[in-house]
């Protein structure tokens, strides 16, 4: 079955902190790959993709993400984490344009000042 | 440029009566996708239109329809509505998902209450 799994529901970090969030994913060929943010109420916001080619990608706010087709893993980093960046966040893939989002549980992350 | 746009922000609605979420795209994208986000189940897949035409379903009851304008803006329709209709319903658009596009943005989406 297609899936995404976030292992971690909560984590936090002290501001400054590095992050990793984990995501890994089963499908059977290489999946299109997201990472969404989300403030509390509030829609989705696009981290970055990964698509194909250079398996570390950068995305916005500082973040940015490895793909490691052997793990079958797609995990989140920042090097220094913003007290702005406590929100859930969720990993997501399609299998092919127009295909729908298949999403992760997401992570909450708390930032501790 | 303006992102994607939902309205109403909020909506309240009563067991058994219909609700109507609108959903407008950025400009130039023609695909638009709905999701539910419910407590406790998490994000799934609604609905997804493009060129004005239903091209694939996630597992919800037929109660939950919508259309696709000429103008690519939507409207998800939930009749018959039950308490677990409760969610939040976001909306997402991306170049022609027909054509190659796959990156999707997101509104704010639409709380709808259930009561």
């Known amino acids: 079955a297609q899936s995404v799994t976030q292992p971690d529901i909560h984590i936090t970090v002290s501001e400054g902190a590095s992050l990793e969030l984990r995501c890994n994913y089963s499908?059977?060929?290489?999946?299109?790959l997201f990472w969404y943010v989300q403030s509390p109420g509030q829609g989705l916001q696009l981290l970055l993709k990964?698509?194909?080619?250079?398996?570390l990608v950068q995305g916005i706010k500082g973040f940015e993400a490895e793909f490691k087709r052997s793990q079958s893993s797609f995990n989140l980093r920042k090097p220094s984490v913003h007290w702005s960046d406590a929100a859930e966040y969720f990993c997501a893939f399609a299998g092919s344009s127009g295909d729908k989002l298949t999403f992760g549980t997401g992570t909450r992350l708390a930032v501790r000042p | 440029e303006a992102g994607v746009t939902q309205s109403p922000t909020h909506l309240i609605k009563t067991r058994g009566q219909q609700a109507t979420l609108r959903c407008s795209p950025i400009?130039?994208?023609?695909?638009v996708y709905w999701y539910q986000q419910a407590l406790g189940l998490g994000l799934q897949f609604l609905l997804w239109y493009d060129e004005g035409e239903e091209r694939n379903r996630g597992n919800f009851p037929p109660r939950f329809s919508g259309r696709q304008f000429p103008n690519y803006s939507s409207e998800l329709n939930v009749n018959a509505l039950e308490l677990e209709d409760s969610a939040l319903y976001l909306c997402?658009?991306?170049?022609?998902?027909?054509?190659?596009?796959?990156?999707?943005?997101f509104g704010p989406g639409t709380r709808l209450t259930v009561t």
């Open positions: 990964y698509f194909s080619g250079d398996t």
């Open positions: 499908y059977g060929a290489t999946p299109y």
């Open positions: 400009s130039g994208h023609t695909s």
């Open positions: 997402a658009s991306s170049l022609s998902g027909l054509g190659g596009g796959y990156e999707q943005y």
